[in-house]
């Protein structure tokens, strides 16, 4: 369990932060709190206390922060999975693991307070992952948007058991400047870096992210994400 919401049992919506929905046009998306309730509304009117998705995606959302365009060709396409919920939503280790590194990422638009975990997959971890998982030792996870209060206390080393909380889903502006949500994300080579990991990254960068970033999908499994 990563945040504390069944999805075998409870609602949830697949949010698209893509061109093709064509509401994105319409908001002033430099606004965060008109992006968040416009994030908050589409839950409303869907019946789910989260949103989910994102993994592979080609946003568009990115453009309200100078953070990504600061390359020759700016960073759209989203790394990891992300999960919309109310600030204050506990986020709970998924696999036994140790603290790599964790920093305050303050850029408007970046991580804000961020942690990463190291874990060191068998063969019989996260419950039978997926064909493919099980293959990557060591394995990194990236904990994104959280409060700063979530960062207390941590050390580099220090151990988490799955389903031990290790975080909490953070208010803006002190989350990124993001409406709340959780960036989660796995990463086989942390090409060493400490308390940060691109997230987003540009189309003549996606086949190199994508073989280093598996598919948080293949531990979360989400009924209707790829």
Same mark, same amino acid.
């Given at each position: ?97 140790? !603290?790599? =590194?964790?920093? *305050?990422? %303050?850029? /408007?638009?970046?991580?804000? $307070? ?85 997230? !987003?990254? =540009?189309?003549? *960068?996606? %086949?190199? /992210?994508?073989?280093?970033? $598996? ?12």
């Amino acid at each position: 369990m990563l945040v504390p919401f069944d999805f075998r049992k409870e609602p949830y919506l697949i949010l698209d932060f893509s061109s093709s929905n064509p509401d994105l046009a319409t908001l002033d998306l430099t606004n965060t709190a008109t992006f968040a309730d416009y994030v908050v509304n589409q839950l409303k009117l869907s019946g789910a206390r989260v949103g989910v998705g994102g993994y592979n995606e080609h946003r568009v959302i990115y453009r309200r922060s100078e953070h990504f365009q600061q390359m020759t060709e700016p960073r759209e396409i989203h790394l990891g999975i992300d999960l919309w919920a109310d600030a204050g939503t506990p986020v709970f280790a998924p696999l036994d693991g140790v !603290v790599h =590194s964790f920093q *305050d990422n %303050a850029n /408007f638009g970046d991580y804000g $307070p961020t942690i990463i975990l190291e874990h060191y997959v068998e063969s019989s971890a996260a419950g039978k992952p997926r064909p493919g998982l099980a293959a990557f030792h060591p394995l990194y996870s990236l904990y994104g948007h959280l409060t700063r209060e979530s960062l207390n206390g941590l050390y580099e080393g220090k151990e988490f058991k799955a389903g031990q909380k290790i975080a909490e889903i953070g208010p803006y502006p002190e989350n990124g400047d993001w409406p709340p949500h959780l960036h989660f994300q796995l990463m086989t080579d942390m090409l060493g870096l400490k308390g940060d990991f691109p997230g !987003v990254c =540009s189309l003549a *960068d996606r %086949a190199k /992210f994508l073989a280093i970033c $598996p598919n948080p999908n293949d531990l979360l499994r989400i009924t209707g994400l790829p």
